[in-house]
C-alpha cells in the first residue's frame, strides 16, 4: 500500500507542474485505480470507493482531452467497471448497476471503432457482470439477455484466436456462469449442456497447458458441477 500511495503522490505533483496534461491525468488515474483495487482486497471498502471515484473522475477527464486515444477510453471503461464491481460487494446495486451500465456502453464503443482482443474479452466481461447484477436483483429474463451476449462475445472471440488459451478459458467461464442461472431457473438440461461443455474446454485447457494451476482449478470447479 505504501508504495501506491508514494506513486500517488508522486503522480500528483507531476500533474500539478504539468495541469491538464492528459498522460498524466491518465497516470495519476491509474495510481488510484490501482490503491482502491488493494483496498477493495483487504476489505477497506469505503476507502475502495472513494480512491475508485477519484481514479474514475480523472479518467473522465484525461479521456475528455484525449478522445482519439482508444487506450484512454479503455481506461475509462475498466474505471467504471472495476467501482461497479467495490459497489456491488458492498450491496450498493442501483450504483453499481449504473456503473456497469457506463462500462458496457463506453467498451462497446471502444470495441465498434477498435476490435482488438483485449477490448473484445472485457466487453464480454461487461456483459457478465450486468448479468450478476440483474440476477441479484431478480431480473431473470434481462440477465439471461446479457448472459447471452457475453457468450456470444467469448465464442466469437476464442473462435477467432483458436491458438490463446485465455480466450478459450474465459469462453469456458461464461458457459459455467450461464449453466449456473439455467440451474436455478428450473431449466436443468440446458445447464447441463452448458456444464458439459465448459468441462470438455477445461479438460483439453488441462491437459495442454497441465503446469497452470488456474486451469486445474477450474476443471474442478466443472466436475463439481
Known amino acids: 500500500e505504501q508504495a501506491y500511495r508514494e506513486s500517488l503522490a508522486h503522480r500528483e505533483r507531476l500533474l500539478g507542474e504539468f495541469p491538464g496534461e492528459p498522460e498524466y491525468l491518465h497516470n495519476l488515474a491509474t495510481s488510484y485505480n490501482n490503491l482502491g483495487l488493494l483496498l477493495k482486497l483487504t476489505g477497506r471498502f469505503q476507502d475502495a470507493q472513494k480512491a475508485l471515484s477519484e481514479g474514475l473522475e480523472l479518467k473522465k477527464h484525461a479521456t475528455a482531452k484525449a478522445a482519439a486515444k482508444p487506450e484512454h477510453r479503455f481506461g475509462l471503461a475498466m474505471a467504471y467497471m472495476n467501482l461497479g464491481t467495490v459497489l456491488n460487494e458492498f450491496g450498493r446495486l442501483k450504483e453499481a448497476e449504473e456503473a456497469g451500465v457506463q462500462a458496457r456502453a463506453v467498451m462497446q464503443k471502444l470495441v465498434d471503432e477498435f476490435p482488438r482482443p483485449m477490448y473484445r474479452k472485457w466487453l464480454a466481461g461487461c456483459h457478465n457482470n450486468l448479468a450478476i447484477l440483474f440476477w441479484q436483483t431478480g431480473r431473470v429474463e434481462e440477465a439471461e439477455k446479457s448472459y447471452g451476449q457475453a457468450r456470444a462475445a467469448a465464442e466469437k472471440l476464442a473462435a477467432d484466436y483458436p491458438t490463446v488459451p485465455d480466450y478459450h478459458r474465459s469462453l469456458a467461464g461464461q458457459y459455467s456462469n450461464f449453466a449456473v442461472l439455467l ?26 497447458f497441465a503446469a497452470r494451476p488456474a486451469y486445474r482449478q477450474d476443471l474442478g470447479d466443472s466436475y463439481r458441477n
Open 183 to 208: 440451474r436455478t431457473s428450473g431449466r436443468a438440461r440446458e445447464a447441463q449442456e452448458l456444464n458439459e461443455k465448459a468441462l470438455q474446454l477445461r479438460k483439453q485447457l488441462t491437459g495442454e
